[in-house]
């Protein structure tokens, strides 16, 4: 029975208690913010094992060059290393990977394999050659060596244009096709990107491109959405209670 005070009162007429307000609203943002948290706190940990690999690879960079071996168990165990290989370059199978700008000038890296006397032969990446004469670059003949580190294949992406055998143009550095397109039966399923200072085509490279390491900034990006997600929930909170309580 009700008392005396509340005769003749709906339940439905009755103020809600200001909890129920906030309720699922509040569940809804604390789903968010564990998964803005969890977020922050992966590129955290990304952020540590991309920072011990670049240190890794640095100190791989760091050796001195060793004689490329005929065979190589595990070559992403020392991708950066700098080795030293001897041969003759075959520039009859040349080919251009890639896309570039160099000095405000679009150009290829040029690969050449390299026949050794012990081990399958090795594509050398002797450098960058611009677009429009990507093969007019001297050809060293007899036997040469080159100091380079080792380069692993790379991957098509999704919007990777297809491949021009016939101008002997790709886009990514897979071994297994391009030997198929060139006539080689076989090669190390690496290469050696050729380091200097030179300055004519083909420039090598100087030194191996790093990977990025833009983890911090995303962390920051996931944690700074959180804390204004509470900011924002707060802010909301606060203001509909007021109005809860206004119309109780």
């Known amino acids: 029975m009700k008392p005396p005070y509340l005769q003749g009162v709906s339940a439905a007429s009755l ?3 200001a909890w129920r307000v906030l309720l699922w609203p509040t569940v809804a943002a604390a789903v968010a913010l564990a998964i803005l ?3 922050g706190t992966w590129q955290v940990q990304r952020l540590a094992w991309k920072n011990a690999w670049i240190a890794d690879l640095r100190a791989a960079e760091a050796l001195p060059p060793e004689p490329l071996p005929a065979e190589l ?8 290393r700098r080795f030293a290989v001897t041969g003759r370059f075959r520039h009859d199978l040349s080919v251009l990977v890639g896309v570039y700008e160099r000095d405000r000038r679009l150009g290829n890296y040029l690969f050449t394999p390299l026949e050794r006397a012990l081990g399958d032969p090795v594509w050398i990446v002797r450098g960058w050659v611009p677009y429009e004469a990507p093969f007019a670059v001297p050809k060293p003949e007899g036997e040469v060596t080159v100091v ?5 294949p790379e991957r098509r992406g999704w919007f990777t244009p297809d491949d021009k055998p016939a101008d002997r143009r790709f886009w990514a550095f897979q071994p297994d096709v391009i030997n198929r397109a060139v006539g080689l039966d076989r090669s190390t399923p690496f290469a ?8 004519e085509p083909p420039i090598p ?4 491109a790093m990977p990025r390491n833009d983890h911090l900034g995303y962390a920051i990006t ?3 959405l959180a804390v204004a997600l509470i900011a924002f929930w707060v802010a909301w909170a606060r203001k509909l209670l007021r109005e809860e309580r206004a119309r109780a």
């Open 222 to 224: 996931w944690y700074g």
């Open 205 to 208: 490279q100087r030194r191996p």
């Open 148 to 152: 380079g580190f080792l380069m692993l």
């Open 192 to 199: 050696i990107a050729a380091i200097g200072t030179d300055r």
């Open 15 to 17: 103020p809600r208690p």
């Open 73 to 80: 168990d595990d070559p992403a165990a020392v991708v950066f």
């Open 37 to 39: 948290l969890a977020l």
